[in-house]
């Protein structure tokens, strides 16, 4: 099996260049032998050196080659909205490339200086796959574009809101100090504080004691300032936070150390509150950063449908020129080329085509559209150049008002309080009455001093480090491991509201089935003259209809051979024709045709994947419900439900996006499960929304959950990793309430110091800490 | 224990030192991207090489 020396895909057939006789390299398309020769050509052959030295990141697929010109990238409007200048004024933009997989890739964008005239600096951020050009002052942002084209990625321009990113930037940069300054603390007070502990006396204490109080400043007052912030917030907006309790155990606990500044007690909790600050921020920095990863990709999948539109510049539609999707105005021409999705919902001008309306619909299969009919944005051209006048653009297309919808949706959609948070109120109560009991209970005795003392000290030791640590810990955890599994989970409380789920609704498309049409029932009837294999892979190759694609998959197993065709021609609705050694053949709907002979017939439909059926019953004994929500005709969902075995009455056909939504409503604990811009309001309405592989962007951005890879398999695993994360999360929730009943009676019982404090508090945190690390059962297996 | 009046602000001192050079670096941005630059280093040593061979034909 020949393997293609740019991509690693197998080859079937191979395709060599012309002056390579001994066939070494072969290429499993055109698209990848371009670019192999441009790289060689341009003396960059060094990344193949690289590439095959280094473990791939991500598996890379065959390069599709794009005639783009990236005119749009120059045009002054354009430049206004998507460059700016960096810290030394130097024109820049930023790319998001499509196809950047490994080591190779870094140092192939990074050189681009060194080739290309026009640019200054080209950075990449392999994790983001985003590129930073910098222009030479002039260069043209076009021929960067041209050159990553070129070199088979696809650059989309990134939109940089320049104040926003800096404040970002600033902020995380600040979070990161805020835990610097905790840690360096942290450790030089434990030196004091364990020498205090160990003995030393008299003066040395007292230096002792005194330096542990200073160090303990900046933390007390800087690094712990976001938990005052988000305490006062809470009280402010009479929520409650976990943050009250903690705030009021860090004021009590420096006051406290203040105080010994001026008697003679020199032991204080301060090493026990500043570890505490430094762990907390620790916790919640990775939560955050965790999250961040997964909401990035959300937001570079925006600029996915951002590639160019042509539109025409004369009044006769005869030459064209690109621009940017942004800037199409009702009533301009738009040429369409097959592959590329419809920008604005209008009328077809000129042309003949099939259109793939299953992103907008649901419709499985394509729709032919000719002249005066109306097209809708978020549909796909997938056989013929079109012409198209735009009619509603933007905000006011179909497409543009279900994100209406969505977003609409999102903002009216209220955040769930969290466990932790909820918890903290009663804790809170609790801890008041127990200090203002012990309090009494000692003025009684008549020691007034020391009753507050002793009251103090609850509210210290009682700080709930463990509690708060428990649930980010757990999600940090969760959050990451999922997506090693290519679930990516937008924000931490969703794993909680999904172990709550009771009712499943997939779309069909690319859920159960495949979403791509297959050959099922292959018959050969007759000789041919010429093995079939090679007449249809050599017919269709050049085909896009989904039928021709799908026949050129089910032959390339077979190793079909490259023989010339003459006179080949595709019609619409008719297929396709061509003479092969003075034979005639036809391949359409109703077969393939040697001189007008039938000699092998087919059938072909979406079929349902293998591990449907075992993974629906896998769902089902879990104790959820599966139903099945699609906009296809009632046969096809039919006969799908009978394949995976689902009762009838659970599977919907031909519903309207906003049918789709009214379903998700009427049912409390709902998750949607789907792809398609015809799923994103159900999405946004669902209490978890979860979008497939190949999705919209705006189905993407409607979803709290993303998955990378297709079918039912990951969302059965998304159920038990919610399940089970939150049985950890209880554990924890336990563990770290029993620690905290243990020092409340300590505190009773008269035997707390700040040494037992400094014992038990850590001691707390590493449980959970070990506890969220082991896991169950269940999750170890799911992590293998 | 004398010795103590000198170690101790050596110690804080030293320690201020490395927070201080923390901080500076946090600030410049040095932790923004922790994921590409471990890698950029190992491709310092890759150069171009001149193009050998004119028998590849030009894309159009």
């Not at chain 1, 960059?44 to 010109?69: C, D, G, M, W």
């Not at chain 1, 990793?721 to 019982?749: P, Q």
Request: net charge negative.
């Amino acid at each position: 099996m020949e393997v293609c020396v740019h991509c690693d895909e197998v080859a079937v057939p191979p395709l060599y260049n012309e002056d390579d006789q001994s066939q070494q390299h072969p290429f499993c398309c055109q698209g990848c032998m371009t670019v192999y020769n441009v790289l060689h050509q341009k003396g960059l052959e060094a990344y193949y050196e690289i590439k095959n030295n280094s473990a791939v990141f991500k598996r890379r697929s065959p390069v599709e080659l794009k005639s783009t010109q990236f005119k749009y990238l120059d045009d002054a409007d354009f430049e206004k909205e998507f460059s700016y200048l960096d810290s030394t004024g130097y024109r820049t933009m930023e790319f998001y490339l499509e196809g950047i997989h490994c080591l190779a890739c870094l140092w192939l964008i990074e050189k681009l200086p060194e080739f290309v005239s026009d640019v200054m600096i080209s950075k990449l951020d392999l994790e983001r796959s985003v590129a930073t050009v910098v222009l030479k002052p002039e260069g043209k942002f076009s021929s960067a574009a041209k050159e990553f084209s070129q070199l088979g990625y696809r650059p989309h321009p990134l939109k940089r809101n320049q104040d926003v990113m800096d404040f970002k930037a600033k902020e995380e940069r600040l979070a990161l100090i805020r835990i610097g300054v905790a840690g360096a603390a942290t450790g030089n007070i434990m030196i004091y504080a364990v020498s205090v502990y160990g003995g030393a006396a008299g003066q040395f204490a007292e230096i002792f004691n005194a330096l542990t109080v200073i160090l303990a400043f900046p933390v007390m007052l800087f690094s712990a300032w976001p938990f005052y912030q988000n305490a006062w917030h809470a009280i402010k907006n009479k929520t409650v936070s976990i943050d009250i309790p903690i705030s009021i155990a860090l004021v009590a606990g420096g006051l406290f150390g203040f105080t010994t500044l001026f008697t003679d007690v020199n032991e204080n909790y301060l090493d026990s509150l500043t570890m505490l600050v430094f762990l907390l921020l620790m916790s919640r920095y990775f939560l955050q950063k965790i999250q961040e990863k997964g909401l990035s990709a959300q937001d570079l999948h925006y600029f996915y449908q951002s590639d160019s539109v042509l539109k025409a510049t004369t009044e006769e539609a005869t030459e064209f020129s690109e621009i940017h999707p942004k800037f199409i105005k009702s009533g301009d021409i738009l040429k369409i080329r097959p592959g590329e999705f419809i920008p604005a919902d209008g009328e077809i001008v000129s042309g003949l085509s099939y259109m793939n309306n299953s992103l907008l619909t649901g419709e499985s299969e394509p729709v032919k559209v000719r002249v005066g009919e109306k097209v809708f944005s978020g549909t796909q051209n997938i056989d013929q150049d079109l012409v198209m006048k735009a009619e509603k653009v933007h905000d006011e297309s179909r497409l543009g008002r279900l994100l209406k919808n969505v977003e609409n949706g999102w903002a009216h959609r209220s955040r769930i309080v969290d466990l932790t948070n909820r918890i903290s109120k009663h804790f809170t109560i609790a801890v008041f009455l127990m200090a203002g009991t012990l309090f009494l209970y000692h003025y009684m005795q008549g020691n007034v001093r020391h009753a507050l003392e002793q009251a103090i000290t609850l509210l210290i030791v009682t700080c709930p480090c463990a509690l708060a640590l428990a649930t980010p810990l757990t999600f940090t955890r969760a959050l990451s491991k999922a997506s090693e599994q290519g679930i990516i989970i937008k924000s931490d409380e969703v794993i909680e509201k999904l172990a709550k789920i009771k009712n499943i609704f997939v779309d069909k498309t690319g859920t159960i089935t495949f979403g791509k049409l297959k050959i099922t029932h292959f018959k050969a009837l007759k000789e041919t003259h010429l093995p079939l294999v090679d007449i249809i892979y050599n017919l269709e190759k050049r085909s896009r209809h989904p039928v021709a694609v799908s026949l050129v998959e089910y032959v390339k197993s077979q190793a079909p051979k490259l023989v010339a065709v003459e006179d080949l021609k595709e019609t619409i609705g008719q297929g396709v024709s061509g003479t092969i050694n003075g034979h005639f053949y036809v391949i359409n709907k109703s077969g393939v045709f040697e001189d007008d002979i039938l000699v092998a017939t087919y059938q072909v439909e979406d079929t349902v994947r293998n591990d449907s059926r075992p993974t629906l019953d896998k769902i089902v004994s879990k104790g959820r419900n599966i139903q099945i929500l699609s906009g296809d005709r009632a046969e096809v969902v039919e006969s799908i439900a009978q394949e995976i075995n689902l009762p009838g009455n659970f599977a919907h056909s031909g519903l309207t996006p906003e049918e789709k939504s009214q379903k998700i409503k009427n049912t409390s604990h709902s998750m949607m499960v789907g792809d398609g811009a015809n799923d994103a309001i159900a999405l946004g309405d669902a209490d978890v929304g979860v979008a497939v592989l190949g999705a919209m962007d705006i189905s993407l951005r409607a979803a709290d959950v993303y998955l990378t890879t297709p079918g039912l398999v990951p969302v059965e695993k998304l159920i038990t990793l919610s399940e089970e994360t939150m049985k950890v999360v209880y554990r924890n929730l336990g563990l770290s309430l029993t620690y905290n009943c243990i020092s409340v009676a300590l505190c009773f019982a008269g035997y707390i110091s700040p040494l037992t404090a400094a014992i038990i508090m850590p001691l707390s945190s590493l449980s959970v800490l070990i506890s969220t690390l082991i896991g169950t059962k269940e999750l170890r297996s799911l992590w293998k | 224990m004398e010795i103590m009046a000198i170690l101790l602000p050596l110690a804080i001192l030293l320690g201020g030192v490395f927070v201080f050079a923390f901080v500076w670096s946090a600030k410049k941005g040095q932790y923004d991207d922790l994921e590409t630059p471990r890698f950029r280093m190992l491709l310092d040593d890759k150069k171009i090489t001149k193009p050998t061979t004119n028998l590849i034909k030009e894309e159009k």
